[in-house]
């Protein structure tokens, strides 16, 4: 599409974005996460939209530049790093691609299953994937990681410090899973290595431009639509967008398709990554979390945005 087509199309999603942000800016409602102190902090007015298109047309308003922890969505990366490496099957049979069920750091659901953790996008099945990355070092394992989530985003991405001994010094849960999988054959390197290099993941600095972007690669079938770099396989971006499907809104990932209809990740930052495949990336941030864990005005937002523009993967 080119001259007037291309202009037309632009201004519709910059209308859009207008539209969505002032229609939920002032949407009250949720709380910031609290069992991470450092995230208990910040500023829960926040609140930012982008959208970057597959060819890398980027449009968004608000506090799209503020960094944040980019937390659970940062499974979905690793996710396809262990899918790079490993491939799809490898990571089915291994950690699985079924959503639980169950909050998303349950205990229950890895004792009711075998200790297979069945979603790459549960804490269990993070810290899994993490530890079949092939590395000789817990060093290693996390520049393997950092490198990857810089691919995808186009530039390089830095540890939020305070963030990650905020959660380091919290996270004796997650430790207890570390060790149920190591006990039940379902960990593949040693379990505190899996869970702190998990925990330094869940604590990068993202913004939501950021977000757009690494979502942009997944909606362009695996590469990069700022950088042109090939960062995953065409063929596995599929699988990637399954598993978003089945868990990427925790206990809220049946409404959010039923919705909304398109892949996407939340994370107790704030943050949240929808993708429309072939099209773009939407990613909001606003601090403040419902019950189940999903910033309250980025679900709000991100929805919104795809029904007024028609996203929905499962319309004809």
């Avoid at 990571?91 to 790459?120: C, D, M, Q, W, Y």
């Avoid at 290693?140 to 959660?167: I, N, T």
Wanted: charged share 15%; glycine share 10%; net charge negative.
């Amino acid at each position: 599409m080119t001259g007037s087509g291309q202009s037309t199309v632009a201004d519709a999603l910059e209308q859009a974005l207008r539209e969505v942000y002032e229609a939920v800016r002032g949407v009250q409602g949720g709380k910031n996460a609290s069992y991470i102190p450092a995230l208990a902090e910040v500023n829960p007015e926040l609140f930012g939209i982008a959208v970057v298109t597959r060819d890398g047309a980027t449009h968004e308003i608000g506090d799209t530049r503020h960094e944040f922890a980019i937390e659970s969505i940062s499974k979905v990366f690793s996710m396809a790093l262990a899918i790079e490496e490993a491939g799809p099957e490898t990571v089915r049979s291994k950690i699985g691609a079924n959503p639980t069920g169950l909050p998303f750091n349950s205990v229950i659901a890895v004792e009711l299953h075998g200790g297979k953790p069945l979603s790459p996008l549960v804490n269990a099945g993070a810290m899994s994937t993490v530890s079949l990355l092939g590395a000789a070092s817990a060093a290693e394992r996390w520049q393997k990681l950092l490198a990857c989530y810089g691919r995808f985003a186009g530039r390089p991405l830095a540890l939020m410090d305070e963030v990650y001994r905020s959660e380091a010094a919290s996270n004796f849960h997650n430790r207890g899973i570390a060790w149920l999988l190591y006990s039940y054959g379902t960990m593949y390197c040693e379990p505190m290595e899996a869970c702190d290099v998990y925990t330094r993941q869940c604590s990068l600095a993202v913004t939501a431009h950021d977000l757009a972007v690494m979502g942009a690669t997944l909606a362009s079938g695996g590469v990069n639509p700022l950088t042109g770099e090939r960062v995953i396989s065409a063929a596995h971006v599929p699988h990637v967008l399954a598993e978003m499907t089945m868990e990427g809104l925790y206990d809220a990932s049946g409404d959010w398709a039923f919705t909304t209809g398109l892949p996407g990740k939340s994370g107790v930052g704030g943050g949240l990554l929808a993708v429309a495949p072939g099209r773009m990336a939407i990613a909001a941030f606003a601090p403040p979390l419902d019950a189940a864990g999903n910033s309250v005005r980025a679900v709000r937002a991100v929805s919104q945005f795809a029904n007024r523009l028609g996203l929905n993967v499962f319309s004809v």
